[in-house]
């Protein structure tokens, strides 16, 4: 069962934003997109808006039984298959999208006549929809790309099954994922890097999330948003970012640069003021990563159970500290070195 407040619906515009800096990846490819509702979510109406000028082969998503948003904007006809066609899970599969009307595009309403009158394209799920259970594990071996926000509280789950099953992906995640140890060693290991969009995202959520004073508001229509400064895209599809080599321009000085107490590195406090000149190891903080390229930089493990990671509250020698220069110790860091 998943978490409650697992409900962040993502803006379509985040997401043509972001692919389109993949798109030759997607010709001939067999795309899944775990939704709480096909129609709902923005991932499946980018995809089937844009199948054919992305060359797509077919189009899987799932729907989850137990979201709130179910029906809401589109209440599929399942005849007398259910009692409530807004609890219930299921799947859509399109191998083709047509323009119906003959307007010379494909648009909305092409593809809401598809789900209402192709009869072909949604079949029930036994299940609840879950990407855990195995007919959703069965619809994702047929796929060679998914691409989706998962719930952010089994992210590693969702990760790990992604591996497991060696797909492709480009899914949004909080920046905080790249601590846990899991997602970190792919990442350590170039298996999994960051997408091209990492910080401040808007999501829609359901009505029976609670006001905040923060990152909190209603518009016009009366639709709840929450933003997080900290959401970025994690994948494992190439992207000319990736290769990027970040200008170095400052110049190493022991003032500007302490030691930590317990480690051989010295602290680089931001990722912009990373020393041109120095060849040893370098503390610098997670968003480095939205600028690793693996052909300038390697991240260093210090110790098989550390995963190079840093945090508060790990007990020395394994925390990096500099209480022997006055500063704060510093939350949580990447060790690396420059490549030569």
């Known amino acids: 069962m998943r978490n409650k407040k697992d409900e962040f619906y993502t803006q379509l515009a985040d997401i043509e934003n972001e692919l389109r800096h993949y798109r030759e990846h997607f010709r001939g490819k067999v795309v899944l997109c775990?939704?709480?509702d096909p129609y709902e979510s923005n991932f499946f109406k980018?995809?089937?808006?844009?199948?054919?000028t992305l060359g797509l082969r077919k189009l899987i998503a799932t729907c989850y039984d137990g979201s709130p948003v179910q029906g809401n904007e589109l209440l599929l006809d399942f005849g007398d298959l259910t009692d409530d066609p807004k609890k219930i899970a299921y799947?859509?599969?399109?191998?083709?999208?047509?323009?119906?009307?003959?307007?010379?595009?494909?648009?909305?309403?092409?593809?809401?006549?598809?789900l209402q009158n192709d009869k072909n394209v949604l079949s029930i799920l036994k299940g609840s929809g879950d990407f855990r259970s195995q007919e959703c594990i069965e619809l994702l071996k047929q796929a060679d790309i998914v691409c989706t926000n998962p719930p952010f509280s089994l992210f590693r789950e969702y990760v790990a099954q992604l591996m497991k099953y060696e797909k492709k992906f480009l899914i949004i995640g909080n920046q905080n994922a790249i601590t846990?140890?899991?997602?970190?060693?792919?990442?350590?290991?170039?298996?999994?890097?960051?997408?091209?969009?990492?910080?401040?995202?808007?999501?829609?959520?359901?009505?029976?999330y609670e006001p905040r004073e923060t990152r909190y508001w209603q518009d016009e229509t009366g639709q709840k948003w929450r933003s997080m400064g900290n959401i970025c895209w994690f994948t494992n599809l190439d992207h000319k970012k990736r290769h990027e080599e970040m200008v170095l321009y400052k110049n190493y000085n022991e003032e500007e640069y302490p030691r930590y107490d317990h480690y051989d590195a010295i602290e680089v406090s931001?990722?912009?003021?990373?020393?041109?000149?120095?060849?040893g190891v370098m503390g610098v903080p997670i968003t480095f990563l939205g600028k690793y390229n693996p052909e300038q930089f390697?991240?260093?493990?210090?110790?098989?159970?550390?995963?190079?990671?840093?945090?508060?509250?790990?007990?020395?020698?394994?925390?990096?500290?500099?209480?022997?220069?006055?500063?704060?110790?510093?939350?949580?860091?990447?060790?690396?070195?420059?490549?030569?």
């Open 180 to 208: 846990y140890k899991e997602v970190f060693r792919l990442i350590q290991e170039n298996k999994v890097w960051l997408g091209i969009k990492s910080g401040d995202m808007a999501f829609k959520v359901p009505d029976s």
């Open 34 to 36: 775990n939704c709480d």
């Open 298 to 340: 390697e991240i260093i493990d210090v110790n098989p159970h550390f995963f190079c990671i840093v945090n508060q509250g790990l007990p020395k020698p394994k925390q990096l500290t500099l209480h022997n220069v006055g500063k704060k110790d510093p939350y949580a860091r990447i060790l690396i070195h420059r490549k030569k």
């Open 46 to 52: 980018y995809f089937a808006l844009n199948f054919n």
């Open 270 to 279: 931001k990722t912009s003021e990373i020393p041109c000149d120095f060849d």
């Open 91 to 114: 799947k859509v599969e399109i191998s083709e999208v047509s323009d119906v009307n003959g307007d010379g595009v494909v648009n909305l309403a092409d593809v809401q006549h598809l």
